[in-house]
């Protein structure tokens, strides 16, 4: 077994692609679009399923804002320098939204480096600085 995806509700469909792909590296890797059904879905990541785990955000049609719950925790993603993403993430956020919430550096009583953003929508997103994850992704 493996984790296939993870989908986030959208309320602007192309800002949060913008987001995913130009604050955080992600490719869109594919588009559906179903108007009877009245959703468009966009899967992004760092490669393609099944050797990569994907974020699919779905659109539904007419739905600008969704209430994000206290159930909902954060995606994570292995990072080769959590300041340098943080950087790309404030520079991009006039025109695509998103924020950075919590400065890269070490968790309390660790060596890890993690830093958090949200994306347009609220969603957070944790950094980990993980130098090797970073690398297979470029093997």
Do not use: W
Request: net charge negative.
């Amino acid at each position: 077994m493996r984790l296939l995806h993870t989908m986030l509700r959208v309320g602007d469909l192309q800002r949060s692609i913008d987001f995913y792909t130009q604050a955080l590296g992600m490719t869109l890797l594919r588009t559906t679009d179903r108007p009877e059904q009245q959703y468009t879905l966009a899967f992004l990541g760092y490669g393609r399923n099944p050797e990569h785990a994907e974020i699919e955000l779905t659109y539904n049609y007419g739905v600008s804002q969704y209430e994000l719950g206290t159930a909902y925790g954060h995606i994570a993603i292995g990072v080769d320098n959590a300041a340098a993403v943080c950087d790309a993430v404030r520079a991009k956020t006039a025109t695509l939204g998103g924020a950075v919430t919590r400065e890269a550096g070490p968790i309390k009583g660790g060596t890890t480096v993690i830093a958090f953003i949200t994306d347009p929508d609220g969603y957070k997103v944790e950094l980990i600085e993980r130098p090797e994850a970073a690398n297979e992704l470029n093997a």
